[in-house]
């Protein structure tokens, strides 16, 4: 679900105007102390889905948005390192000191990845329907529509990559946490029919915090819609590429992310099901540091390579053309 995971935040760089960077070390204390506070704030705050929701704003508040405006330049939250924002932006939002790979909108990424003037999106107009009459749920897809440019929490589409033809859907972590709900689920199964019927393969880049709680059932039910939908374009011989990201988490792990026939996954991502505290509880057993990441993914044989952003475009490109 939903998931108010503190790992999210380590993703968080801070953006410097032009008069912060002179003191770039006093500001990481002061940011530091922010994060305490916000800390401490929610810890006093228990209960009610009222403080649940306020708990997500400020999680969401706090995760590696760009904040942009003010800003010339940005300090990487790993290494310390301040980077010019329109070169960061340029190479991909990756840290070219540390390799660090920060949060892509599905726009950007489709920008990147898809061959100029070749994608054609699909269901852009999709709308949620509110089915549990949640309070505020509306007026939240509202607001998040506004601010990631965005309908849903996954855009999909048709397109070529290098010249090879594919159907993509790229999920959203700006929209809701990128959370699943009845209109993700439908439009990637959707996707997926559409890639079935035309003979095309199927790429999805995940980014969620899991199923979306005010849809409740109804967004668990995309967990077997979607499975379904993807074990059709499996019989009929095609090729399915999931590309885990940051944050690939909950019912999205869940589902389609894990059924790819490869599984790629960018550098550093938090790959999970549950939080590490939930599992912790639940097997009584301490669990191994960072046992969430790509990389122990990539140890223990869950996952087939991990690419780094710019080689993504190429790597994928290879792989459909071996699959033809
Ligand atoms: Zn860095």
């Known amino acids: 679900m939903f998931k108010l995971n503190k790992v999210f935040k380590k993703t968080k760089y801070i953006t410097l105007t032009k008069e912060e960077d002179i003191n770039v070390n006093e500001k990481s204390k002061e940011e530091t102390n922010k994060v305490k506070k916000i800390k401490l704030n ?37 290494c310390g390192e301040v980077l010019y924002k329109k070169d960061f932006d340029v190479d991909k939002k990756i840290c070219l000191s540390c390799g660090k790979h920060y949060r892509m909108s599905a726009r950007e990424r489709i920008y990147c990845l898809i061959d100029e003037e070749s994608f054609i999106e699909f269901d852009k107009e999709m709308k949620t329907m509110n089915p549990l009459n949640f309070q505020g749920y509306e007026e939240k897809i509202s607001k998040y529509q506004a601010s990631s440019k965005v309908e849903e929490a996954i ?153 780094a952003r710019s080689e993504m475009k190429e790597t994928l490109a290879n792989i459909i053309e071996i699959h033809q």
């Open 155 to 307: 855009v999909t589409g048709y397109g070529t990559i290098l010249g090879k033809k594919t159907v993509i859907g790229v999920m959203d972590s700006n929209f809701m946490m990128g959370s699943m709900g009845s209109v993700v689920g439908e439009k990637l199964t959707r996707a997926v029919e559409y890639a079935t019927e035309n003979k095309l393969p199927v790429i999805v880049f995940t980014a969620s915090g899991g199923a979306r709680m005010q849809e409740g059932i109804f967004s668990l039910m995309q967990m077997a819609k979607t499975s379904a939908a993807i074990e059709k374009h499996n019989e009929a011989g095609l090729l399915y590429i999931s590309v885990l990201t940051d944050p690939t988490t909950g019912g999205v792990t869940a589902s389609f992310a894990m059924l790819g026939d490869i599984i790629l996954s960018e550098p550093g991502a938090l790959i999970g099901f549950a939080g590490k505290r939930v599992i912790e509880q639940t097997i009584k057993q301490k669990l191994p540091k960072g046992f969430q990441t790509a990389e122990f993914l990539l140890e223990h044989g869950f996952i087939d390579k991990i690419v």
């Open 42 to 78: 929610k810890n006093s705050s228990k209960g009610s889905i009222e403080n649940v929701e306020n708990k997500i704003k400020e999680d969401e508040n706090d995760t590696n948005k760009p904040n942009i405006p003010n800003g010339l330049w940005i300090k990487c939250g790993d």
